[in-house]
T-cell receptor, first 106, second 113 residues
Framework: KNEVEQSPQNLTAQEGEFITINCSYS?????LHWLQQHPGGGIVSLFM???GKKKHGRLIATINIQEKHSSLHITASHPRDSAVYIC????????FGAGTRLTVKP | EPEVTQTPSHQVTQMGQEVILRCVPI?????FYWYRQILGQKVEFLVS????????KSEIFDDQFSVERPDGSNFTLKIRSTKLEDSAMYFC???????????FGEGSWLTVV
């Protein structure tokens, strides 16, 4: 069983839609990262969470430590949001989810 | 915006050859990491480095792999005798302190033929 599970694996949305990507993990963690991987392969950190909620522009990330679950929300999605979104948790070492491939169509 | 730089961006090497991938982490960062991503698969942790020594490593990071910070700026990953299955994108990353944002390099794409 993967220690970090993401859902959905693939997601297609129309521009303007509200997007939710989920991450569940099974290990004790000190922090959870949401990362964005562009089609060219580069990885950018979006959020680092250890509790509660963070917001940056149209992106919102939440974490529930007791339930070992985090969500990434994108409001008013745009084609430029198309990327792979990766959940990664820091325990002894960083463990990555398989990613959610998001395609936003105009 | 500070950035982690990696070289080369792409390298093709013969099986059995040694490869060195180079990274320049952000200058005031203290924790350094190598990850790899085989094509179509998820990112995997290889090794973390702090205070001039390995702090953690995964089962992937066997005796064929080594890391060095030879001059206080570069952080290198060496693969001694490459295998076909070492073909992957290798990412370097750094953090100022634990609990801070992690910064990734653009990756070095290694193809072993």
């Amino acid at each position: 069983k993967n220690e970090v599970e993401q859902s959905p694996q693939n997601l297609t949305a129309q521009e303007g839609e509200f997007i939710t990507i989920n991450c569940s993990y099974s290990v004790g963690i000190s922090a959870l990262h949401w990362l964005q991987q562009h089609p060219g392969g580069g990885i950018v950190s979006l959020f680092m969470l250890s509790s509660g909620k963070k917001k940056h522009g149209r992106l919102i990330a939440t974490i529930n430590i007791q339930e070992k679950h985090s969500s990434l929300h994108i409001t008013a999605s745009h084609p430029r949001d198309s990327a792979v979104y990766i959940c990664a948790v820091r325990s002894v070492a960083m463990r990555f989810g398989a990613g959610t491939r998001l395609t936003v169509k105009p | 915006e500070p950035e982690v730089t990696q070289t080369p961006s792409h390298q093709v090497t013969q099986m059995g050859q040694e490869v060195i991938l180079r990274c320049v982490p952000i200058s005031n960062h203290l924790y350094f990491y190598w990850y790899r991503q085989i094509l179509g698969q998820k990112v995997e942790f290889l090794v973390s480095f702090y205070n001039n020594e390995i702090s953690e490593k995964s089962e992937i990071f066997d005796d064929q792999f080594s890391v060095e910070r030879p001059d206080g700026s570069n952080f290198t990953l060496k693969i001694r005798s490459t295998k076909l299955e070492d073909s992957a994108m290798y990412f370097c990353a750094s953090i100022r302190e634990t609990g801070n944002t992690i910064y990734f390099g653009e990756g070095s794409w290694l193809t072993v033929v």
